[in-house]
């Protein structure tokens, strides 16, 4: 296959470009990502780069593996492909080149979402004596500081809002030995301009998607490849930007031209996804921004009119019956696919909104799948009886123990988890010992294991624990990549006990794992570690997908329904720049569908549903300010389903 088939002649002009800097505007739907994975085809067959000299940074994991699989197929069994990864994970393999350039604990070891919820944010709390609020609230700045580079400012630490957490945090993280995944890119940053790290063989060719989700700390290390010597390729939409909550800015990609002079402007204009109506009330809702960064976006002439409903309803009942109702009708009449449809919530804590609607999906016969967190059997979630699901999380931190026995982290885990008598106050205990001796964690729990006096009280019990937990570890090793997975199989069949969360961690497993790119389990665990968390996506076939806006950023749908689009919701209690993203947010997913889209409102909801977003002490629901006065009106939802259940 030559490096152009198939392109469109502006899809050939953005594939083809090289000599300088660029940014590709791209709306959705005009083929990014098919540009994206044959310039690279460009670069390796004509332009003759060796794969190593390119790096391709992506936002996702989901992303990640979408380009990686494009590539193998396109290039063929046994090609080398180039560097593809998120900014995380390339900020931890990086540093992992030279970690004693950094000022993190040694080994590198970042904390995933439950350790950093359940453990990290726990013990700050018992520490300080504050309310796990707080210490969110703390963290979350922290955190912000980082990626907005306000950590760097002189005299940062007085104005922290509470200089006790910053040292009780800097205590437990050398006690545990862990990195936060936040300060990852940070903290390559750093090692970059401290001269820690350098960029050993840095790329010719910088390739980054999703240039409009850059934050402050992540635009710092593209500056950095690019004074390395790579040309950079920046490809995205500002209309796109909606990841405000690590401080994504759209600012970022409108400046290109200006942080990187000289440089060439690319275009792809022509939208091959979106019937004319659902491009036409997505652009109503994105020039409500006055700085948008002005560009076309036109429908294929092979685009239909397509089909756009905003919808009311009395009541949260009514609608989510509508819902399968609709559902039903396009499956049965209009021969839809069930994979080929999306119905997105802007969020769906405790599933608060997807709950009912599935109810009245099974009442139609209708398959779905409910994603919120891909990762989520590893979270100890609760089941439907509300039951705890630890033996997920139990096997994540054996996996660890077998790549370093002295993870004190996985450690922790299991001594917290497991039926085992030990409770908060044998752990205090252990903690108190590291802490008082200079040790980590998991040295003082072998001396412990070695003395139990040490800890007169508990020490029997945790010694008996111990060696139980390294029983359990002498007889696994999974050395060989090529069986990685069948040998994961048989250590999950003896270690999960629960039929469905058994095979919930072995889909996330198989998510990961690809026959065609054998990995050994030390990446395995790295993967599932330096991610997004509840932000990526993972969508299955045959299946009615229900998923929050932000993880379907990315994905295509014949039908696309946005529930709760009230004012409540989006913007909720979003002002300023935050309300933007959420505009933002409504065109992404808008943008999704190819040729239906239905927009839900209610005049009223009630119990958890009522309790969210903003307005919590009424019932009363307005239909979301984005929409108000536009290309569409609200029309009765109940009226609109019986005239399709005519035709069911």
């Avoid at 009615?544 to 990315?554: F, V």
Wanted: one cysteine or more.
């Amino acid at each position: 296959m030559s490096w152009d088939d198939g392109l469109s002649s502006e899809q050939k002009a953005a594939a083809s470009h090289i000599g300088q800097h660029a940014r590709l505007l791209a709306g959705p739907g005009t083929g990014k990502t098919l540009s994206l994975t044959r310039r690279i085809i460009y670069l390796i067959k004509e332009v003759e780069v060796p794969a190593s000299e390119i790096l391709v940074v992506t936002f996702t994991r989901a992303a990640m593996t979408e380009l990686r699989n494009r590539l193998a197929s396109e290039l063929g069994q046994g090609a080398i492909l180039p560097h593809i990864a998120t900014l995380h994970s390339f900020a931890l393999s990086t540093i992992l080149q030279s970690p004693s350039g950094t000022r993190l604990p040694q080994p590198i070891r970042i904390a995933d979402d439950y350790e950093e919820r359940w453990i990290v944010q726990e013990d700050l709390k018992e520490i300080l004596g504050a309310r796990i609020r707080d210490i969110q609230e703390l963290m979350n700045k922290m955190s912000a500081d980082w990626e907005q580079l306000t950590a760097d400012v002189d005299g940062y630490e007085e104005r922290f809002p509470n200089p006790e957490f910053l040292a009780a945090w800097r205590e437990h993280r050398r006690v545990y030995g862990y990195t936060l995944r936040a300060e990852l890119v940070y903290q390559l940053k750093n090692s970059l301009t401290e001269g820690g790290i350098d960029f050993y063989d840095p790329p010719q060719y910088v390739l980054v998607d999703e240039y409009q989700d850059l934050n402050a700390c992540d635009l710092s290390v593209i500056h950095s490849l690019v004074n390395s010597g790579a040309e950079l390729y920046g490809a995205g939409d500002d209309d796109q930007s909606i990841y405000a909550f690590r401080y994504a800015n759209p600012n970022g990609i409108r400046n290109f031209s200006s942080d990187f002079d000289p440089s060439r402007d690319l275009e792809l204009v022509e939208c091959k996804r979106c019937d004319s109506t659902i491009i036409d009330l997505g652009l109503f809702i994105a020039r409500q921004d006055p700085r948008r960064f002005p560009k076309l976006l036109r429908c294929s002439p092979r685009a239909g009119e397509g089909l756009v409903e905003l919808l009311r309803f009395p009541n949260q009942n009514a609608e989510a019956q509508s819902i399968a109702d609709i559902c039903k009708w396009l499956v049965d009449v209009q021969h839809l696919e069930q994979g080929n449809i999306l119905i997105l919530f802007r969020s769906d804590h405790n599933r608060q909104f997807s709950k009912l609607i599935q109810e009245y999906l099974a009442r139609r016969g209708l398959n779905f799948s409910i994603n919120i967190d891909p990762l989520a059997p590893l979270n100890c979630l609760r089941d439907d009886n509300n039951n705890e699901q630890v033996e997920g999380r139990c096997v994540f931190a054996l996996m660890r123990l077998l790549v370093d026995r002295n993870d004190s982290l996985a450690w922790r885990t299991l001594l917290k988890l497991r039926a085992n008598n030990i409770g908060s106050s044998a752990i205090s205990a252990l903690y108190g010992l590291s802490r008082r001796s200079g040790e980590t964690f998991s040295m003082s729990i072998q001396r412990v294991k070695a003395n139990p006096g040490l800890i007169p009280r508990f020490g029997s019990v945790i010694k008996r624990e111990i060696e139980e937990i390294e029983l359990i570890l002498v007889d696994y090793s999974f050395n060989n990549p090529d069986t990685l997975y069948e040998d994961l199989s048989q250590f999950v069949e003896t270690q999960v006990n629960s039929d469905s969360e058994r095979e919930d961690v072995l889909k996330l497993f198989r998510s990961v794992l690809r026959p065609e790119t054998p990995t050994n389990l030390p990446v395995l665990i790295q993967s599932l570690t330096v991610t997004l968390g509840d932000k990526e996506q993972d969508m299955v076939a045959g299946a009615i997908n229900m998923m929050t806006m932000h993880q379907a950023k990315g994905l295509t749908a014949d039908a696309v329904f946005i529930i709760a689009c009230e004012d409540e919701y989006i913007p909720g209690r979003n002002q300023g720049e935050l309300e933007e993203d959420e505009r933002r947010l409504l065109y992404v997913s808008i943008t999704r569908a190819k040729h239906y889209v239905f927009i839900t409102h209610c005049q009223n909801r009630t119990g958890s549903q009522q309790r969210s977003g903003r307005n919590t002490d009424t019932s009363n629901r307005t239909l979301c300010r984005f929409l108000s006065g536009g290309l569409i009106s609200s029309r009765d939802g109940q009226e609109f389903c019986n005239s399709l259940n005519q035709h069911i």
